[in-house]
């Protein structure tokens, strides 16, 4: 295993030089250099403690009985959520770093939780809640709600931290927020909330919960649903919530995600009333960008435990990095990653620009940016699973053996399809920004313009994706002569078929920018995986191996 998951990264170097402003460059690389090592190795340990045998518990009762509802987390993990924040992943998108006396930004955050990924995704859940805590409050609370808990929220050593939560789901409800039923009762400038959050990730461990419930006499559905924040300690302590029992994940075992009753927690609201679901879909958002992100995190480890292992294993006389179907697994996989994290990281550097606080993007833009987190959102977190899967099979038997990290890698990345929309949801938005602000024609008309702009260089890679434009037009002409139920079959269609044309250009883009031979060839691999594999015989595994893994073998084995 590398013992520093970011200087042996050398494309997340290129795309944080390329994107940063340069001084936050020389900051960034010099604290990720830190950070990715003791994520390598520090942070690694206690998070194979923490998922085998120091998991969350539930502590209900104190010894005299009394009801104390307390989450005991191991000391390794309190290290780790203490050496975590204090590196700015959540404050310095909202505050100066004092080195520089200038605020960070998402693609700093971002990549920060990349690399934390790579060693604890479960951990990255409480980091995301808090993130998306610190943006509510920030961007909706009033001036006396954001000065009494932001700077807690966004805490980076110089005062206690509260960490965040975001309650929506409810046992009736699950995906379907409108049929929630949380009632908030008014009490002066306060309120009190009753009723249940059946599944509330971080509980225990967060300062604040930000939670959506329904005001007296509000209307039903979504439309009649108010964002709340809710002290988490006050409450506990005079016994206005408690938790029910923990749940026993299949994975990311080391977030405390909880049943919560509310019997009566005092609440503050934030924003205007009946606006919460608009919100909370705001920070949805932000927290989908964040799954993405963990998703990423789990593919380059699991391509690297892959490859380090095919490098070192014998079978047979020869190493398994000698076999071809080895070499087209590992080449596989390389192309996808890279490609996909420039993808991913073109739209967190969209993500910067649309959701500043004090930005006015165009309708239109916020649209697209939704659009591009529904179709990474879900490619990334089924990637992850076929990623993880592929490491399991290249280790063989051992892969399956907890000695390994394979099986958390496969344990922790199912959820990822979960969290924050499954397919079938995300299938739903993409729906929605058609009907709603026909994101399909501004997005055909953004890949032209795209495509437009490639020089020569990449002209004889160019026609397959050219074609998949045209089979994703003649789709959208039928559905749109189809029934609802139609429509409503195939979302998920077209969402796989905007992936592929979206990959498939930042494969070319990337590849015209340049113009060396490592990333022609990964756009090379990348397009015919994509849009030939089924039907094609080729030898471009064979041929490309040496300079897209070997290549990359060679700077981890320095490192």
């Avoid at 179709?375 to 063989?396: N, P, R, V, W, Y």
């Avoid at 924050?420 to 729906?431: F, R």
């Avoid at 079959?489 to 340049?514: C, F, Q, R, S, W």
């Amino acid at each position: 295993m590398s013992q520093n998951f970011y200087t042996t990264d050398p494309l997340l170097q290129k795309i944080l030089k390329k994107q940063l402003p340069a001084h936050l460059f020389d900051y960034a690389n010099e604290q990720l250099t830190k950070f990715g090592e003791r994520v390598a190795t520090d942070i690694e340990k206690r998070a194979v403690h923490t998922d085998r045998d120091g998991q969350p518990r539930l502590i209900k009762y104190n010894k005299m009985g009394e009801e104390v509802n307390e989450v005991w987390v191991n000391d390794g993990y309190l290290e780790t959520v203490k050496e975590t924040y204090e590196t700015g992943i959540v404050g310095y998108v909202h505050k100066e770093i004092p080195e520089l006396e200038d605020t960070g930004n998402y693609m700093y955050s971002y990549a920060q939780g990349y690399v934390l990924s790579q060693s604890e995704p479960g951990f990255y859940c409480p980091v995301t809640l808090t993130m998306a805590t610190a943006y509510l409050i920030d961007h909706y609370a009033n001036d006396e709600l954001r000065a009494r808990f932001l700077p807690h929220v966004i805490a980076t050593g110089d005062t206690e931290l509260y960490e965040g939560a975001t309650f929506l789901t409810e046992r009736q409800g699950g995906s379907d927020v409108g049929a929630n039923v949380v009632e908030a009762h008014q009490e002066g400038d306060y309120y009190r909330l009753y009723g249940e959050k059946y599944f509330a990730s971080n509980s225990g461990m967060c300062g604040v919960a930000m939670v959506l419930a329904r005001t007296e006499d509000a209307l039903e559905g979504t439309r009649g649903l108010s964002l709340f924040l809710v002290p988490w300690e006050e409450n506990r302590h005079n016994n206005q919530l408690s938790i029910r029992r923990l749940k026993d994940k299949l994975g990311v075992r080391a977030v405390p995600s909880a049943e919560v009753e509310f019997n009566g927690a005092k609440a503050y609201l934030v924003g205007e009333q009946s606006e919460g679901f608009k919100y909370m879909m705001e920070a949805l958002n932000l927290s989908r960008v964040c799954n993405a992100v963990a998703s990423l995190g789990i593919m380059r480890r699991a391509y690297c435990e892959a490859r380090d292992y095919a490098f070192e294993r014998n079978a047979f006389g020869n190493k398994l990095k000698d076999y071809p179907m080895v070499k087209e697994t590992l080449v596989r996989l390389a192309s996808k990653l890279e490609v996909e994290m420039t993808a991913t990281f073109d739209l967190v550097n969209q993500f910067d620009s649309v959701m500043a606080k004090g930005s006015e993007p165009t309708e239109e833009e916020r649209a697209m940016l939704r659009l591009y987190i529904a179709l990474l959102k879900k490619e990334t977190a089924e990637q992850a699973i076929d990623f993880s899967h592929e490491a399991i099979e290249m280790h063989g038997g051992n892969g399956f053996i907890e000695d390994f990290v394979t099986p958390r890698l496969l344990r922790d990345a199912q959820v990822l399809t979960v969290w924050e929309g499954t397919a079938n949801i995300l299938g739903l938005e993409v729906l929605r920004l058609m009907k709603k602000y026909s994101v399909h024609e501004q997005f055909l008309d953004e890949m032209g313009k795209r495509l437009n702009q490639l020089s020569d260089h990449v002209s004889p890679l160019i026609n397959p994706v050219k074609q998949s434009m045209n089979d994703l037009i003649k789709m959208l002409s039928q559905l749109s002569e189809s029934s609802d139920d139609m429509m409503l079959l195939h979302p998920k269609k077209v969402a796989v078929l905007m992936t592929n044309i979206l990959e498939g250009i930042t494969a070319l883009e990337m590849a015209d920018d340049e113009q060396d031979e490592r990333t022609y060839a990964i756009a090379e691999v990348l397009i015919e995986q994509t849009f030939k594999a089924c039907h094609h015989v080729s030898d471009l595994a064979l041929k490309h191996f040496d300079i897209i893994v070997k290549q990359e073998e060679k700077i981890t084995a320095t490192h």
